[in-house]
């Protein structure tokens, strides 16, 4: 487990992040019209879609394991 | 996507004019932003402007200006420029493009957002392959042409979210016994 997090430091994982701001950003946006409540909406559903891609990363990693 | 603070507390409604919301909406297609600007929600269109077209140019740049582009032959169906047309102007070369390719003549700006040339189908031997200008790209880029497909889709999904809240105002969900309808003069009201 710890390799393979290890790895993804090095591999285009990173490139998720600028899309996650963007995407949580917009959707905030479309809820509130305030910056405050809009940062607040952004951060949320940026926490939101993390836990929801580990989530899927620990299924397809035990998953993987069972194969 | 849970969400429990989406209701506006009574002291936090503000107004908002929402001008034309049918050419804010046009002009929020036409570049991501614009209409927000058009309706005087300068904070905002700025946030769209640069979230989106920030993901567009991020993600052109990943493909070296060639994952934008329209082309509909047997062998590609570009179907991803649907998406990518939703960011409005910024993805318009590409249609110039692949009119001029077409036509049979020279792309412009060194084939930027100009479709692939010869291009044969999966099936085809790797002798016709080495003529195939998109297996070309996707050599030379490897995963940077999907991603840079992603972001350039994504933004174009992204602005269509920044057009329906030009043209309607912040979806907030009110409780049905509180929500009545719009006042004529195009203002809502929202948190």
């Known amino acids: ?67 | 996507m849970p969400d429990e603070n989406n209701s506006p507390a009574a002291d936090d409604v503000i107004e908002i004019d929402l001008r034309n919301p049918v050419v804010a909406g046009v002009w929020a297609w036409l570049w991501p932003g614009a209409g927000h600007i058009y309706q005087r929600r300068y904070a905002k269109g700025i946030l769209f402007m640069a979230c989106i077209l920030g993901t567009w140019v991020f993600g052109l740049g990943l493909g070296s200006g060639h994952v934008v582009y329209a082309s509909w032959t047997a062998n590609d169906h570009r179907w991803h420029y649907l998406c990518q047309l939703g960011v409005g102007a910024p993805a318009f070369p590409a249609i110039v493009q692949s009119r001029r390719v077409r036509d049979n003549k020279e792309p412009l700006l060194n084939g930027f957002m100009a479709p692939p040339r010869n291009v044969v189908s999966d099936s085809a031997s790797s002798w016709e392959l080495q003529d195939d200008e998109l297996a070309q790209w996707h050599l030379r880029y490897h995963t940077f042409f999907e991603l840079g497909t992603l972001y350039t889709m994504i933004a174009g999904l992204l602005n269509i979210l920044a057009i329906y809240d030009a043209c309607s105002g912040p979806m907030i969900l009110v409780p049905e016994d509180q929500s009545e309808k719009p006042p004529p003069d195009g203002k809502k009201k929202s948190g």
């Open chain 1, 1 to 67: 487990m710890f390799e393979l997090l290890a790895a993804a430091v090095h591999n285009r994982l990173w490139y998720a992040i600028p899309l996650i701001v963007a995407v949580s950003l917009v959707y905030g946006a479309t809820r509130h019209e305030l910056m405050g409540p809009i940062l607040n909406n952004a951060l949320r559903a940026a926490v939101w879609i993390v836990s929801f891609m580990s989530i899927i990363f620990g299924i397809l990693y035990v998953i993987s394991w069972a194969i």
